[in-house]
T-cell receptor
Framework: GQSLEQPSEVTAVEGAIVQINCTYQ??????LSWYQQHDGGAPTFLSYNALDGLEETGRFSSFLSRSDSYGYLLLQELQMKDSASYFC?????????FGKGTRLHILP | DAGVTQSPTHLIKTRGQQVTLRCSPK?????VSWYQQALGQGPQFIFQ???????QRGNFPDRFSGHQFPNYSSELNVNALLLGDSALYLCASSLEGRGEKLFFGSGTQLSVL
């Protein structure tokens, strides 16, 4: 089967940097994606790693290591509006499978 | 450019009833996926439609069925509703071959009483 593990909650301070980890037990997938979802909202795409390494998009970066079955999302210069749930997801055989999500709390 | 639209936004049904949810994909997208999201959980893959065919299916019973129309819009049907079917149902569209980037609608909140 396929499973993705993320911490259920992470707390950080406004202006700081936070890393949300994702470990997975699946193989043969095309890549690792990250989505953000605010309460009551729809998930929105943040980043995608097809290859090992770091992808940077503004304040957000994502990393993938297939050999370690591990990825992470890095959020820099945290803002209060970044308070949301973050999901990692793998694309395998035209299915995109999501983790259970990490709730990010940001303290002023 | 309209994004993904879903209707209705909220729905209340009773056990045993049937429900149909609708989705219009983002302009230019040809692939539609449906997800079920329980409170505090990640979206669970139900199935994906491309070229009016169900291409992939998750671990959901046959009570869950769908359809894609020639204009790429889609419907999700759930028969014999159970209390456990209460959830947010999300539709996501993408371009075939670019499944790594999904565009989600705001969802239909289904409550089964």
């Amino acid at each position: 089967g396929q499973s993705l593990e993320q911490p259920s909650e992470v707390t950080a301070v406004e202006g700081a940097i936070v890393q949300i980890n994702c470990t997975y037990q699946t193989s043969g997938f095309y890549g690792l994606s990250w989505y953000q979802q605010h309460d009551g909202g729809a998930p929105t795409f943040l980043s995608y790693n097809a290859l090992d390494g770091l992808e940077e998009t503004g304040r957000f970066s994502s990393f993938l290591s297939r050999s370690d079955s591990y990825g992470y999302l890095l959020l820099q210069e945290l803002q209060m509006k970044d308070s949301a749930s973050y999901f990692c997801a793998v694309n395998r055989d035209d299915k995109i499978i999501f983790g259970k999500g990490t709730r990010l709390h940001i303290l002023p | 450019d309209a994004g993904v639209t879903q209707s209705p936004t909220h729905l209340i049904k009773t056990r045993g009833q049937q429900v149909t949810l609708r989705c219009s994909p983002k302009s230019g997208h040809d692939t539609v996926s449906w997800y079920q999201q329980a409170l505090g959980q990640g979206p669970q893959f139900i199935f994906q439609y491309y070229e009016e065919e169900e291409r992939q299916r998750g671990n959901f019973p046959d009570r869950f069925s769908g359809h894609q129309f020639p204009n790429y819009s889609s419907e999700l049907n759930v028969n014999a509703l159970l209390l456990g079917d209460s959830a947010l149902y999300l539709c996501a569209s993408s371009l075939e071959g670019r499944g790594e980037k999904l565009f989600f609608g705001s969802g239909t909140q289904l409550s089964v009483l």
